[in-house]
């Protein structure tokens, strides 16, 4: 294949995308062929990781070298967590930083195009695997190893959602043609987001005890790791009880956090149990549980739920 194809690039060298040098392909320059991957990375935290107002103050401006290792990755793949780099830092969690090393960009899927810009190897367990994320989230990944929940699921399971297409998209008449002859893959979206539905898997399970003038939740989480995760950054899970009527009129509404920081998150497989007074006249209550987003970003909404009073 490799004929046709220089004929229809014009012999273009394709080196620059596996030199690192003193510098490194950026994301930009993989999204000339990988166009939907590279949009849903540049609207992910790892595309912001460095350049987010909230790790800029908490670094001095990006000035603390300890904190640059995961938020500025080296341009490569590498077993634990990685070092970091010193060149365009603004690139965040950089694409080579999880696919390209000895000169080759490795993936999860066999060759599936005629053609190959780069070279390309395949390793699906590595990519399908739970340790792949930990690299760099130790703290979660070390909930989910311990975790002992049933059919747990691997990180990308849930934070990248499957999808069938293609790998690359073209942009242009030539690689419109190059694309039209790549085949349809299983593949996984990089968004690398909070979803508050996973397929045939319940995230959280709530129950509910009456008494005359009280009412006891039980929230059990189901996740493979806490609600809420994370250690870095301000870290937030909530859940809301709304105290209805007969009128669906709003009685009272209260709020319970649970917070990283000071450690009252819940953790995988375990539950809480929460007492609140219920006002006169209550008939429904409204059970929502939610996720505080990253800096500037809104609320998750996880679960809503409505239980009829006995
Ligand atoms: C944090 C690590 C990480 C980053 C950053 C990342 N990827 Fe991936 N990528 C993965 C994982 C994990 C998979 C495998 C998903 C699966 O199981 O299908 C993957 C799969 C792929 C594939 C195989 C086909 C597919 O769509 O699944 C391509 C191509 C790819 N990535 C390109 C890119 C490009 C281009 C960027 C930057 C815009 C990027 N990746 C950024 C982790 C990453
Ligand atoms: C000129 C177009 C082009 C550019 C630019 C490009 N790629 Fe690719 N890439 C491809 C094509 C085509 C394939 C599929 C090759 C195949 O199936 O044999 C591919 C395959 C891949 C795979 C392998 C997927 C797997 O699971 O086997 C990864 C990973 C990948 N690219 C990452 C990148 C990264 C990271 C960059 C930027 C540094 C990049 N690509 C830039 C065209 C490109
Ligand atoms: C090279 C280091 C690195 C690797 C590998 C990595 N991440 Fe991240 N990830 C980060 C950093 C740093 C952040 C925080 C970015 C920020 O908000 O500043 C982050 C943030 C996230 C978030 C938070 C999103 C949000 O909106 O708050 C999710 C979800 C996530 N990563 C999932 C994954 C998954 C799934 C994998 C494995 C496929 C993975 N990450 C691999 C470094 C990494
Ligand atoms: C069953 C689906 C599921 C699996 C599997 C899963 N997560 Fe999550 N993840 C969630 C949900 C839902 C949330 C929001 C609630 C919370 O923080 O616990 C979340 C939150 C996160 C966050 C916090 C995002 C933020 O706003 O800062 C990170 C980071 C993260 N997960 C990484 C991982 C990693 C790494 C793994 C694998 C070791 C993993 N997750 C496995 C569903 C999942
Ligand atoms: C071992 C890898 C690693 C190192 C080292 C690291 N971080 Fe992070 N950082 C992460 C990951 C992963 C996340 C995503 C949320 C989480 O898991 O806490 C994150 C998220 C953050 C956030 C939240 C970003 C947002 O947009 O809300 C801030 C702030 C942050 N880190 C600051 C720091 C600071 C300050 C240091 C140095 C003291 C540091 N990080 C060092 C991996 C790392």
């Known amino acids: 294949m490799p004929i046709c194809f220089f004929v229809l690039i014009g012999c273009k060298s394709f080196d620059y995308l596996t030199k690192t040098e003193n510098t490194f392909p950026v994301a930009k320059t993989c999204g000339d062929c990988h166009v939907n991957i590279f949009h849903e990375w540049s609207e992910s ?6 350049t987010s107002s909230d ?3 908490n670094t001095n401006e990006g000035d603390f070298s300890e904190c640059l290792a995961c938020h500025t990755p080296e341009p490569k793949l590498t077993i634990g967590r990685p070092l970091s780099r010193h060149v365009l830092p603004e690139d965040g969690v950089t694409c080579t930083a999880c696919h390209l090393q000895n000169g080759k960009m490795l993936g999860p899927i066999e060759s599936t195009a005629t053609v190959q810009p780069h070279p390309i190897k395949v390793d699906k367990a590595l990519y399908t695997n739970a340790a792949f994320c930990g690299r760099c989230h130790e ?6 190893q311990i975790s002992t929940i049933d059919s747990k699921k691997t990180c990308q ?15 242009d008449a030539v690689s419109n043609f190059l694309v039209s002859m790549e085949k349809n893959a299983a593949l996984r979206k990089h968004t690398f987001m909070i979803y508050p539905e ?4 319940q995230l959280f399970e709530i129950e509910t005890f009456f008494d005359s003038n009280s009412i006891t939740i039980e929230l059990k989480n189901n996740l493979p790791h806490s609600f809420p995760t994370g250690n870095f950054g301000v870290q937030i899970g909530v859940l809301q ?3 209805l009527d007969s009128d669906e009129n709003e009685l009272e509404s209260e709020k319970i956090e649970f917070v990283q920081e000071i450690k009252t998150n819940i953790p995988s497989g375990q539950s809480k149990k929460l007492i609140f007074n ?9 059970v929502i549980i939610s996720r505080e987003g ?15 009073l006995p």
């Open 157 to 171: 399971e849930c934070h990248m959602p499957s999808i069938v297409r293609k790998v690359t998209q073209g942009k």
């Open 139 to 144: 703290v979660t990944f070390q909930q989910w």
């Open 294 to 308: 990253r800096a500037g970003k809104k609320q998750v909404e996880l679960l809503n739920k409505e239980v009829l």
């Open 278 to 286: 219920l006002p006169e006249q209550t008939t429904k209550i409204n």
């Open 55 to 57: 790790f800029l103050a």
């Open 45 to 50: 935290a790892h595309a912001q990781a460095f």
């Open 241 to 243: 009880i709304k105290f």
């Open 198 to 201: 996973q397929e045939g898997y």
